[in-house]
């Protein structure tokens, strides 16, 4: 079964930039802000004296650091496709047939060295340009786990288990081509609400290639932080003894480490060594963790909220969890 594609909001021809005259936007306030901050950061530093505090704003900072490099190739990228890359190359690119195009758009996610943060945008970009959402999510979850840099990562976090990054590149596949057809079967396109990008036909390519990144920065930065800040919130008020005790029942271990995959959003390209320390739990719980962690976290929740809408988050998130806990137990009980 197909579906029709879901396109961008119809909106009135928008006036070329030449005759808007200069204007300050978000994203300059933005930046004002981000300077400002470090100017100041002596003061800031002498306000935040609690051990707590100092904890939070250390996971905070953390988190920040890991995603925004890849958040900016992502919107960079995604502002290529909308700008440069001309809506016919993916009808060449992808098959035609939406149930072939979903796992090769999965298998695609090999070639992009980044992580769950730039894939978000990359996916919203591939929707406006035409390319079946089935497809566009099977790859919006493939990148970030199945791409060599993540898996070389895994291996070297695992020195005496060469199959745990075998089995993580196969589960992460098999749930983003799972998703994909689900997505499919049951996805309906008033689920996704792309927000509304300025008409960039009338610009010039340099133009419109600076208001495509600006449009995508702020709507998937701005939910980048508040994902950081709830991740930072969780590490604060959950207790490391908590794990510890539930590490000796195989069961809730899988459960107790795929919630932790969501809570702490961790890189993809930094989680494996995350999970190696966590040797109390079974080589399958942690494979859980790996394959939960880059395809629902808070951060990525929220981006996806800022990106596709609140109401495609509150379905797929959910969905892409149980699939990926499902999966990641069944490979892990059978290649490790």
């Known amino acids: 079964m197909g579906e029709p594609p879901v396109t961008a909001p119809t909106t009135t021809k928008s006036t070329p930039s030449s005759e808007k005259g200069t204007t300050i936007g978000s994203l300059e306030v933005l930046a004002v802000i981000l300077v400002l901050l470090v100017l100041a950061r002596g003061s800031i530093a002498g306000l935040i004296s609690g051990a707590a505090l100092q904890t939070w704003s250390t996971v905070f900072v953390s988190v920040l650091v890991q995603a925004v490099p890849f958040l900016v190739f992502g919107v960079v990228l995604s502002a290529v496709i909308a700008v440069f890359v001309p809506r016919s190359f993916w009808a060449r690119a992808l098959p035609s047939h939406p149930a072939l195009a979903v796992p090769a758009a999965g298998v695609a996610g090999v070639i992009l060295p980044g992580c769950e943060c730039g ?107 508040l994902g950081a800040a709830a991740a930072a919130t969780i590490n604060v008020v959950i207790p490391a003894s908590w794990l510890q005790s539930l590490a000796g029942y195989p069961v809730v271990s899988v459960i107790a480490l795929a919630t932790l995959a969501v809570l702490l959003s961790i890189c993809s390209e930094a989680d494996a060594f995350v999970a190696a320390s966590l040797s109390q739990f079974s080589l399958t719980s942690r494979l859980v963790f790996l394959v939960v962690g880059p395809m629902v976290d808070l951060k990525l929740i929220s981006m996806q909220t800022g990106v596709f809408g609140r109401r495609f988050a509150m379905r797929f998130a959910p969905t892409t969890f149980v699939a990926a806990v499902l999966v990641g137990s069944a490979f892990g009980l059978a290649l490790l």
């Open 119 to 225: 894939s978000v945008p990359i996916a919203g970009s591939l929707i406006r340009r035409g390319v079946t959402p089935a497809a566009a999510l099977a790859f919006l979850l493939a990148a970030p786990a199945i791409n060599p840099i993540v898996l070389t990562a895994t291996v070297i976090a695992f020195p005496g288990e060469p199959m745990m990054a075998v089995a993580r590149g196969v589960a992460s596949l098999v749930v983003a081509v799972a998703m994909g057809w689900l997505w499919l079967r049951i996805g309906k396109p008033e689920w996704i609400k792309l927000p509304h990008r300025p008409d960039l036909d009338d610009e010039s390519k340099a133009r419109a290639f600076w208001a495509a990144c600006r449009h995508d920065i702020m709507h998937a930065g701005g939910f980048l932080v």
